[in-house]
């Protein structure tokens, strides 16, 4: 009140952009008709695509000193234009910047400018890595994903949000538990070996594990995350230890002058899901902001595993902002609690035809259906630790606690000083359970139900090996990371260290069953005194590591159109103008003698490691395209193209004495083979229709053919998946939404036998032979109503 009333004499508004106050002129309507009686006056409105008034606007004469902005209504008036003065540049927060011609001579005008909103936020500051920055001027490929995208993508959870950056490779199929994340074609088993996460900042896990643990259970998104940003090659490996690939920093919105906050009911209509969401922010005084949020959920999972709930928990998160007096800098504190269950789908099998498209056996789908035993809990008496009780309900349990603090100051040379800290103490315990191996049943050998009675034999009956995980891991982390950055004319520069203490411990239990094969089955022994579950190891992790680090950065701006960024490996191009907006970029990538053990089946010891070593090159195109056809609708194209292959990767039977024993002494290569489960092309289209209140999105992901392993024997076909949502805001506060995913019930193969393809020949198996595998997930319905203030 005291602002508006000491500004309003002057003529002078404001508006509150996320953490910025914006002034304007506010010229009566009287007073634009008393301007527009001089010369070279021009006076117009700015409007958004729907038609609204956009206040804050920047207007500037191209070249000159002339500008103003647009007041609360959008209008905005310019005096004092000259011949040489008729073009207008017209820029704001969110939106691709216009250059608007003006008609010839100094005629009185009065113009409307529509701008349209800059989808790949071009022009939006950029604070992950480095100084910050416009996108369109970084010298390295970065995505952002605004709180929109995340609305409209809907995404099944954290990983299924990755899909939405080029250069990634992302299987979701695990459900809501460990997802897989291939980064510009570089090898991997699974998991986020070469792809770092952080929050707010601060990497989650140090990068290199697969699924225990897993980074994708250390953070979940929900409404307290602003936007996402992403940084693919480039600089990502001194932004984050160890991380060549990409580095996807999730950040939380942290306060602003005006309360702002949402609060969101969403149920699956497929699954049983009931989840709540809600955040808000706002100011305590004039130097402190807030924020906090989160959500609880509870739903039967998208694939019924025969217990209820499958996924169940949530988390907290907070923060405050003590800003510093003459917009030096800010001291901002956080934390988060965590506590969440999640199901964790694995491989099951299916009749192998050869066309890489799960089939059924008799009546069972592994599309829509679970091999999880009905026999959930169990017991186990280690003699060193004690009794210790596991169930499959729980799937992967995490509980984390995290509380650190940032501090950003800027000194009086010019100097941005930047530390962020952060503790973070995780529990972690995994349960489930992944078939083996499958024989047929015969009727010469009975098996028993829990119990003592027999199991009865039906011809074409199968016997599954299951292998089930009994894992109890903790881990604490302290991250620290000291920046300090300054411009000095035409050079960017950033100097930095960074420490990450990682310590670990982990005691891991195998376990050995036998199941029927069929929906829910039941394990069946083979005496009837025999017990249900075999322990088969035990395992125990227990290591510190501490990662040190010393980085520096030098930008340096050669025009306005050519940025060098010493040590860059890529070139990429950008380009913002009215409706259309691109980001290209192509790279070469290389890995030279990463360890990829292969997990070899045997009949007489089960499953063997064998140590090997391999290289690979990737030549790589990236793109995001983002054009507006008329105003209500806009096209986003993203994909990549790579070419990867081992330039060098040998198999030594020789190095696992069980393996040579039953497959000889041999050298297994695939020196030029593609690497496995990586598509030379994956690219999505996307469309958003925005009419009033009404919202339409409908995308389609193409994801090329793969190898199921580096012998390519078996490839696995390319396929289409679509999602498609719609909404409709009742007014500026109510809103409610539905979408579908995998809108069309695609049925492919994401994964076949990663543990036994590059050792088979696929010349001498059968039809109907059952095969194991993973594949997409099965279509779902969705719906929210959120409510916003």
């Known amino acids: 009140y005291f602002l508006e009333n000491s500004l309003k004499r002057y003529d002078v508004g404001y508006r509150i952009v996320k953490d910025q106050i914006l002034l304007y002129s506010i010229p009566a309507n009287n007073n634009l008709e008393l301007l527009k009686a001089f010369d070279g006056v021009v006076t117009g409105k700015v409007l958004d695509s729907k038609g609204n008034p956009i206040p804050g606007v920047s207007v500037t004469v191209k070249g000159k000193t002339i500008g103003t902005t647009t007041d609360e209504n959008g209008n905005f008036a310019l005096k004092g234009l000259t011949v040489d003065s008729r073009v207008l540049v017209v820029r704001y927060v969110g939106f691709i910047s216009k250059e608007v011609n003006l008609s010839a001579g100094n005629a009185d005008e009065n113009i409307s400018i529509s701008l349209s909103e800059d989808?790949?936020?071009?022009?939006?500051?950029?604070?992950?890595?480095?100084?910050?920055?416009?996108?369109?001027?970084?010298?390295?490929?970065?995505?952002?994903?605004?709180?929109?995208?995340?609305?409209?993508?809907?995404?099944?959870?954290?990983?299924?949000?990755?899909?939405?950056?080029?250069?990634?490779?992302?299987?979701?199929?695990?459900?809501?538990?460990?997802?897989?994340?291939?980064?510009?074609?570089?090898?991997?088993?699974?998991?986020?070996?070469?792809?770092?996460?952080?929050?707010?900042?601060?990497?989650?896990?140090?990068?290199?594990?697969?699924?225990?643990?897993?980074?994708?259970?250390?953070?979940?998104?929900?409404?307290?995350?602003?936007?996402?940003?992403?940084?693919?090659?480039?600089?990502?490996?001194?932004?984050?230890?160890?991380?060549?690939?990409?580095?996807?920093?999730?950040?939380?919105?942290?306060?602003?002058?005006?309360?702002?906050?949402?609060?969101?009911?969403?149920?699956?209509?497929?699954?049983?899901?009931?989840?709540?969401?809600g955040n808000t922010g706002g100011k305590i005084n004039d130097q402190i902001k807030y924020n906090i949020g989160g959500f609880y959920r509870t739903d039967n999972g998208v694939v019924d595993q025969g217990f209820n709930p499958a996924n169940r928990g949530g988390q907290v998160k907070g923060n405050m902002t003590f800003n510093f007096k003459n917009n030096k800098g800010f001291f901002r504190v956080y934390g988060k609690y965590l506590n969440d269950k999640v199901q964790f789908l694995l491989t099951s099998y299916y009749p192998y035809d050869g066309t890489g498209k799960p089939t059924t056996y008799r009546d069972y789908n592994m599309a829509n259906q679970s091999i999880t035993p009905v026999q959930t809990d169990w017991s186990y008496n280690d003699p060193t630790t004690g009794v210790h009780d596991f169930t499959l309900k729980d799937g992967i349990h995490t509980k984390l606690g995290s509380a650190g603090f940032q501090f950003n100051y800027l000194t009086d040379g010019g100097w941005q000083i930047v530390n962020n800290f952060r503790y973070q103490n995780t529990h972690t315990n995994s349960t489930y359970t992944a078939p083996a191996g499958i024989t047929a049943r015969t009727a010469a050998t009975p098996y028993y139900y829990p119990g003592g009675s027999v199991a009865p034999f039906v011809s074409g009956d199968y016997v599954v090996t299951s292998n089930a995980?009994?894992?109890?891991?903790?881990?604490?982390?302290?991250?620290?990371?000291?920046?300090?950055?300054?411009?000095?004319?035409?050079?960017?520069?950033?100097?930095?260290?960074?420490?990450?203490?990682?310590?670990?411990?982990?005691?891991?239990?195998?376990?050995?069953?036998?199941?029927?094969?069929?929906?829910?089955?039941?394990?069946?022994?083979?005496?009837?005194?025999?017990?249900?579950?075999?322990?088969?190891?035990?395992?125990?992790?227990?290591?510190?590591?501490?990662?040190?680090?010393?980085?520096?950065?030098?930008?340096?701006?050669?025009?306005?159109?050519?940025?060098?960024?010493?040590?860059?490996?890529?070139?990429?191009?950008?380009?913002?103008?009215?409706?259309?907006?691109?980001?290209?970029?192509?790279?070469?990538?290389?890995?030279?003698?990463?360890?990829?053990?292969?997990?070899?089946?045997?009949?007489?010891?089960?499953?063997?490691?064998?140590?090997?070593?391999?290289?690979?090159?990737?030549?790589?195109?990236?793109?995001?395209?983002?054009?507006?056809?008329?105003?209500?609708?806009?096209?986003?194209?993203?994909?990549?193209?790579?070419?990867?292959?081992?330039?060098?990767?040998?198999?030594?039977?020789?190095?696992n004495a069980a393996v040579a024993a039953e497959f000889g002494n041999r050298v297994y290569s695939f020196t030029g083979n593609r690497t496995e489960r990586v598509p030379v092309l994956n690219t999505e289209l996307g469309a958003n229709y925005d009419y009033k209140n009404f919202n339409l999105y409908v995308a389609a992901n193409y994801v090329g053919s793969r190898y199921t392993s580096p012998s390519e024997s078996y490839k696995l076909p390319g396929y289409v998946v679509m999602k498609a949502g719609a909404g409709y805001n009742f007014n500026k506060k109510i809103a409610i939404r539905f979408w579908a995913d995998n809108l069309l019930d695609a049925k492919v193969l994401t994964e076949g036998d990663v543990r036994g393809d590059q050792f088979r020949d696929f010349s001498t198996v059968t039809p109907g032979q059952l095969m194991i595998g993973r594949t997409l997930l099965q279509r779902t319905f969705w719906g929210s109503l959120a409510y916003s203030f």
Do not use: C
């Open 119 to 277: 989808n790949l936020q071009l022009e939006s500051v950029m604070v992950t890595g480095g100084n910050p920055k416009k996108k369109l001027e970084s010298s390295v490929a970065l995505t952002s994903v605004s709180s929109k995208d995340i609305t409209n993508r809907a995404p099944l959870n954290s990983t299924d949000l990755l899909k939405a950056i080029p250069g990634l490779t992302v299987e979701s199929t695990g459900g809501d538990g460990p997802g897989n994340v291939w980064v510009r074609g570089f090898p991997q088993q699974g998991g986020y070996i070469f792809l770092g996460i952080q929050e707010d900042g601060l990497p989650l896990l140090p990068t290199g594990f697969n699924t225990n643990p897993s980074v994708d259970q250390y953070y979940k998104t929900d409404l307290t995350i602003q936007n996402i940003e992403a940084i693919r090659g480039g600089n990502a490996a001194i932004i984050q230890a160890n991380t060549p690939g990409a580095v996807v920093n999730n950040l939380s919105y942290v306060g602003a002058d005006k309360q702002y906050g949402q609060v969101k009911f969403t149920t699956g209509f497929s699954q049983g899901l009931y989840r709540f969401d």
């Open 469 to 655: 995980q009994g894992q109890i891991n903790s881990d604490v982390q302290v991250v620290n990371y000291l920046d300090l950055k300054k411009t000095i004319k035409n050079h960017s520069l950033n100097i930095g260290a960074g420490i990450h203490q990682y310590n670990r411990d982990d005691l891991r239990f195998g376990f050995r069953s036998f199941t029927e094969f069929k929906e829910h089955p039941s394990i069946i022994l083979q005496s009837p005194t025999a017990p249900g579950r075999t322990a088969t190891s035990k395992n125990t992790f227990i290591g510190d590591t501490r990662t040190l680090s010393l980085y520096a950065g030098d930008e340096i701006k050669i025009s306005d159109q050519w940025r060098l960024d010493i040590g860059a490996r890529e070139v990429g191009f950008k380009y913002a103008k009215n409706n259309l907006a691109i980001f290209a970029s192509g790279s070469y990538s290389s890995i030279k003698n990463v360890s990829l053990s292969i997990n070899v089946p045997t009949v007489s010891a089960g499953q063997q490691a064998l140590v090997a070593f391999g290289s690979t090159r990737t030549f790589s195109a990236e793109y995001e395209i983002s054009y507006k056809i008329a105003k209500p609708l806009s096209l986003r194209l993203t994909g990549t193209l790579q070419d990867s292959k081992y330039t060098d990767y040998e198999a030594n039977t020789s190095g």
